[in-house]
């Protein structure tokens, strides 16, 4: 507990990119606006259990294009095909929350919060609400008003090897560590069988399926997505304890049961088969090293406005 809190002080107030972020920076402009997120995102779970899933995938995907400036939230418009309907993004969920929690806001605080700002706290307290971690999100983020499918490809993918990953994620300021801790995100939720088809069907010109995937769980998955298997929302859970956010999802990694290239990726150098080795034998590992990764992440940020609407610029 002695070094989560340590941890928490040190990122308590963070700087990048130019834009300092505070812990406390609505103290005295809108005081209660983790309290009024909070409250939003607990009624969306209640009703919705995949909500904080959905919750932190956005979150996620909203950091790695242009920082946490809130651009995933952007509708398209005219000519312009927005993030959002990216071809990574179009099963992400759960916007409605965020357009909740940003009117529960304005009628309190009105021009004052920022959807960036929303989305970070409302996939911190996702987490929550799931079973995981708390700590104090770093706040004062801008919106941005760039919005573009085309950026979408700049998403680390599933199907990504560990040179790829590590490419990805250093782009971004993050490291080998800060990947296996964010992969644990991958304990919650829900995938498609597009993102692991490559695993289990023509997996090269030899064989058809993965052989690092354990053979019984690639027979299961095969049965959930055969190759006459159309249906657009056709997929398998991320791990049994899907709703739960736990550690479950390092101890799958070894014993070849994850369904990502990428999650089996991780055990493809000593540096990160030792962090998966360390967060599958202790939850409050991967929880601290989850928190740091997730402050660090969610501190790239490089918006310029407080949207008055999480969908449109102003």
């Known amino acids: 507990m002695a070094s989560l809190i340590i941890s928490l002080l040190i990122f308590s107030f963070f700087f990048f990119l130019g834009t300092p972020l505070s812990s406390n920076y609505y103290q005295n402009t809108c005081p209660n606006v983790e309290s009024i997120i909070k409250k939003v995102v607990s009624d969306a779970t209640r009703n919705d259990k995949t909500a904080p899933a959905g919750l932190l995938r956005m979150h996620f995907h909203d950091c790695f294009i242009r920082g946490c400036d809130g651009s995933v939230l952007l509708n398209s418009k005219g000519k312009n095909t927005a993030e959002k309907d990216g071809p990574p993004n179009v099963s992400l969920h759960a916007f409605y929350v965020i357009d909740n929690a940003k009117k529960a806001v304005e009628s309190v605080c009105p ?3 920022s959807c960036a700002d929303i989305l970070a706290l409302a996939a911190r307290d996702a987490i929550v609400l799931a079973g995981g971690p708390s700590w104090d999100v770093p706040k004062g983020r801008k919106d941005g008003r760039i919005s573009k499918a085309s950026d979408t490809s700049q998403l680390p993918a599933p199907t990504f090897n560990i040179s790829q990953l590590q490419q990805s994620f250093s782009q971004r300021g993050l490291s080998l560590e800060d990947l296996a801790a964010l ?25 058809d399926i993965d052989p690092s995937l354990q053979p019984s769980f690639a027979s299961s998955l095969r049965r959930f997505c055969t190759t006459k298997n159309n249906v657009n929302n056709a997929g398998v859970a991320m791990d049994p304890s899907s709703t739960s956010f736990d550690n479950t999802y390092y101890k799958l990694i070894f014993q070849h049961k994850v369904l990502f290239s990428s999650d089996n990726a991780l055990l493809s150098t000593p540096k990160t088969k030792n962090l998966v080795s360390n967060f599958a034998s202790s939850k409050d590992a991967f929880f601290k090293a989850f928190v740091k990764s997730m402050i660090k992440m969610s501190s790239i940020n490089g918006g310029q406005e407080i949207r008055k609407n999480c969908r449109f610029v102003n």
């Open 183 to 207: 992969s644990g995100g991958h304990t919650l939720g829900f995938s498609h069988c597009s993102s692991f088809n490559n695993r289990i069907h023509n997996f090269n010109s030899t064989l």
């Open 111 to 113: 021009g004052v919060v």
